[in-house]
T-cell receptor, first 111, second 116 residues
Framework: GEDVEQSLFLSVREGDSSVINCTYT??????LYWYKQEPGAGLQLLTY?????DMKQDQRLTVLLNKKDKHLSLRIADTQTGDSAIYFC???????????FGPGTRLSVLP | GAVVSQHPSRVICKSGTSVKIECRSL??????MFWYRQFPKQSLMLMAT?????????EQGVEKDKFLINHASLTLSTLTVTSAHPEDSSFYIC????????????FGDGTRLSIL
């Protein structure tokens, strides 16, 4: 079945760049997403990339997609304390016509 | 931008009570809404897919009679946790997919359910 993997924790210092990695198994994925969840809140869509792209940049966020290796990454430039949250990678595949979420990466930004 | 409103944000009630959670798409029509459950420090677990005008599709292991879903209009889906017990305490999140663009999913802010 479809599976999405992420490392569970990441700590960076304020001002540094953060890179959150994700791997997925569904080769038919059409879109891949990054969501942010702050404590006690729902999920906020950060960005998404279509499977025929290999990079997308949106202000401080850069998404890189390696479709051959089924690897997705999210880079946050100049990480701020407000970026501390859980980041979920998700894929939308054609097999199940549904979103499959990774376990989430807890990003801690140290002052 | 597209917004999904979920209500209530927090519920505390006694064991045996039935609790209804609403999920509304505010500025778009959603033929499909999704209900997720999230345990502490874990990812989202899809419970069911709610289709407007038809029966919901439940994931394996989710009790249909326990978690009643109604999707009566293109902007509203409800999840009713019937005869709730402490083990039903969790964070429930809904999402909706725009019927026109079909991408991406937009999430509500979640409902924290605590059963005493």
């Amino acid at each position: 079945g479809e599976d999405v993997e992420q490392s569970l924790f990441l700590s960076v210092r304020e001002g540094d760049s953060s890179v959150i990695n994700c791997t997925y198994t569904d080769s038919s994925s059409t879109y891949l997403y990054w969501y942010k969840q702050e404590p006690g809140a729902g999920l906020q869509l950060l960005t998404y990339i279509f499977s025929n792209m290999d990079m997308k940049q949106d202000q401080r966020l850069t998404v890189l997609l390696n479709k051959k290796d089924k690897h997705l990454s999210l880079r946050i430039a100049d990480t701020q304390t407000g970026d501390s949250a859980i980041y979920f990678c998700a894929e939308f595949g054609n097999y199940g016509q549904n979103f499959v979420f990774g376990p989430g990466t807890r990003l801690s930004v140290l002052p | 931008g597209a917004v999904v409103s979920q209500h209530p944000s927090r519920v505390i009630c006694k064991s045996g009570t039935s609790v209804k959670i609403e999920c509304r798409s505010l500025d778009f029509q959603a033929t499909t809404m999704f209900w997720y459950r999230q345990f502490p420090k874990q990812s989202l677990m899809l419970m069911a897919t709610s289709n407007e005008g038809s029966k919901a599709t439940y994931e394996q292991g989710v009790e249909k009679d326990k978690f009643l879903i109604n999707h009566a209009s293109l902007t509203l889906s409800t999840l009713t946790v019937t005869s709730a017990h402490p083990e039903d305490s969790s964070f429930y999140i809904c999402s909706a997919r725009d019927a026109v663009s079909n991408q991406p999913q937009h999430f509500g802010d979640g409902t924290r359910l605590s059963i005493l």
